[in-house]
């Protein structure tokens, strides 16, 4: 009944990405929607739904209580880096794309993928921790992800740290978050217009998130998806190691058992979609990215049920 009902959850979500598949296959949709979605899921929609949540969600003393949690996504995303550091050497993954295997063994899909997800499993409780994992998996991104893709390519090699990486790691969904922070934080209530339009805009955060990862997989053509080593590895990182990794941390910490669900589904979402935009842009192997970022994609879908029927058998 689990699994049905989980599967239930996720069928909405289906059938808006593939509602933007088709749109993007009949023509109406193209690389110029896919970057206005992205903008407006990013620098509107998110931000202003993470105000709205938390403010309508939280009291200062409930808040401080979870901030703690952030530990854990930290801990668990770079022991899953490590790891996929050690699986590319022992399988003998190519030179040429080594790098782009690091990064997206470890890096999951948060936003446009984790956060309509979790809505749809556990509803708007678990807003804040999702922001929590999405803090950490974002700094990591943009410095070790970022770090990693550049060794591939022949572009300019970033530092590790710089104060590029530091306007990515603080971007709007993250001034959002903070700013809704700052309004518990203060007992400050937001006039009921301001509270009302942040809510509408935040709902258009899950459909144009699903239209975007529609018109991401339409262009990825079959052919080019072959079954390897590399793809046996990552799909093994996003849906095993790194869950399991997030599970064995979450013993060292006590937590609501709400939060350690959401970091585990979290930590099982498909690969970041920014990297294979980054890998092109660092002149790395960008087809390889966006060939794993559509194969985890669809498994995730597959997968997620079955953690949810996991959940509940050991009442995790």
């Known amino acids: 009944m689990t699994f049905v009902n ?24 193209n690389d110029t929607t896919a970057k206005v979605f992205t903008t407006m899921v990013l620098k509107v929609s998110l931000p202003a739904y993470m105000i709205w949540n938390l403010t309508n969600t939280f009291t200062e003393e409930s808040l401080l209580s979870l901030i703690g949690g952030i530990i854990i996504p930290f801990m668990s995303i770079i022991a899953c880096y490590v790891v996929g550091s050690l699986i ?4 003998g993954v190519d030179s040429k794309h080594q790098g782009v295997f690091n990064c997206l063994f470890f890096v999951s899909n948060t936003i446009f993928i984790g956060l309509p997800i979790n809505l749809s499993l556990f509803g708007e409780k678990s807003i804040p921790y999702v922001l929590l994992y999405y803090i950490a998996n974002t700094s990591l991104f943009w410095t070790l992800g970022i770090y990693s893709i550049s060794r591939d390519g022949s572009g300019p090699k970033p530092t590790l740290f710089s104060l590029e990486t530091l306007k990515n790691i603080i971007s709007p969904p993250l001034m959002g978050f903070l700013a809704g922070l700052v309004l518990v934080m203060a007992d400050v209530k937001l006039p ?40 046996i590895a990552i799909v093994f990182g996003r849906f095993i190691a790194a869950p399991l990794l997030v599970f064995l941390f979450s013993l060292l910490l006590p937590m609501p058992s709400l939060m350690r669900e959401v970091f585990i589904v979290q930590s099982a979402m498909p690969i970041i979609t920014s990297a294979s935009i980054i890998s092109k842009a660092y002149n790395a192997d960008y087809k390889y990215a966006a060939v794993m970022t559509t194969v985890t994609t669809i498994i995730a879908m597959i997968v997620i049920p079955v953690y949810m029927v996991l959940f509940n058998y050991l009442n995790v």
């Open 6 to 29: 989980s599967v239930a959850s996720i069928l909405s979500i289906i059938v808006m990405i593939f509602l933007g598949y088709a749109l993007t296959r009949k023509g109406i949709f």
């Open 88 to 91: 590319s050497k022992l399988i």
């Open 192 to 231: 009921s217009f301001l509270a009302e339009s942040c809510k509408y805009l935040g709902s258009c955060t899950t459909p144009l998130s699903m239209l975007f990862i529609g018109i991401s997989m339409c262009n990825v053509k079959s052919s080019e998806i072959k079954l390897s080593k590399d793809m």
